[in-house]
């Protein structure tokens, strides 16, 4: 049983796997495709019952086509595993027509190269991808066809609200230099959403986990599954560290969101309790489960392991 709310979607959000063709290493240091396994098999051994898989961008550092395959057998050997769905988005690392034909059987090769916009329906969450990338660089955009869609898909609300997913946060990095090549357009993108059923803000670029608020929704940004940025390096710098990524569970409630960051690994364990547990609390009644897990003076003892 759950002592707490059961939520109505669990989402994993995954974000910046930066995955190259061939292994090859990123920096000549990173396994990438083995961290993204690695990451993939944390988000199942948490035993949640998970909706989607949301990739904020970057999917690939090159572009590749042999990359984006590589991803999505990885991602949908797991996908299927879960009964989920996946939930990809642009990042400015990721090549559009590559990233359609790769992702979505889709050719635009030879072709005016739209934005990778989406809208998934998740049992009534709405889940919007939005393509933040600009062609040629690294920072990030909504160009005015873009916030006209949206303003248009936002006209209805969903049964569960909207959730936005796209690559570069609309907030104010810690690492100065990311502010460099952060989104463009945030008056336009915050007139868009105001008064609409959106929820919360997903997004990555950043390679460190950050949370905040724009325009009065929560924004979250999930740490990558390659390499980190060290959000405490000294100022001015920009550091990149193998080590401290993760992903996010982001459980939602009627009236909320939590947004758990999981890191990568397994550290010592140094105390906890095993299901028998749970187990021994969820036969007591409420007043006395309270009594024995709650009460400075509870003479309870926990079931032997």
């Given amino acids: 049983m759950r002592f707490g709310p059961e939520p109505t979607h669990t989402i994993a959000h995954l974000s910046d796997p930066h995955l190259l063709a061939d292994g090859r290493l990123l920096h000549a240091a990173v396994d990438v495709t083995d961290n993204l396994r690695r990451t993939l098999a944390q988000v199942e051994c948490t035993g949640r019952r998970i909706d989607a898989l949301v990739f904020t961008g970057d999917l690939t550092d090159l572009g590749e086509p042999e990359a984006y ?85 936002l006209a209805q609300s969903a049964e569960h609200g909207s959730l936005l997913a796209l690559h570069h946060p609309p907030l104010v990095s810690a690492v100065d230099l990311m502010n460099v090549i952060g989104l463009d357009d945030q008056d336009e993108f915050a007139d868009a959403i105001a008064g609409t059923d959106v929820r919360g803000i997903l997004a990555g670029h950043l390679h460190h986990s950050s949370h905040g608020t724009f325009a009065g929704v929560p924004v979250s940004v999930a740490a990558a599954s390659c390499y980190s940025l060290d959000g405490g390096a000294p100022d001015g710098t920009l550091i990149g560290v193998d080590g401290r990524q993760g992903f996010d569970l982001v459980d939602v409630y009627p009236h909320g969101l939590v947004h758990t960051h999981i890191p990568l690994g397994s550290p010592p364990t140094i105390s906890g309790f095993g299901v028998e547990v749970e187990d021994a609390l969820a036969a007591l009644d409420p007043v006395a489960r309270r009594e024995a897990f709650s009460s400075k003076s509870s003479t309870w003892k926990p079931p032997a392991q």
């Fill in 69 to 153: 395959a590589v991803l999505r057998d990885v991602v949908g050997e797991c996908a299927a595993r879960l009964g989920c769905e996946v939930v990809w988005v642009m990042g400015n690392h990721d090549e559009r027509a590559p990233y359609a034909r790769g992702l979505f059987d889709v050719e635009t090769a030879g072709q005016p190269q739209p934005p990778q916009d989406r809208v998934y329906d998740l049992r009534g969450l709405r889940v919007i991808a939005l393509d933040s990338t600009v062609d040629g660089y690294h920072h990030g955009g909504l160009d005015p066809d873009q916030i006209a869609w949206l303003r248009n898909e």
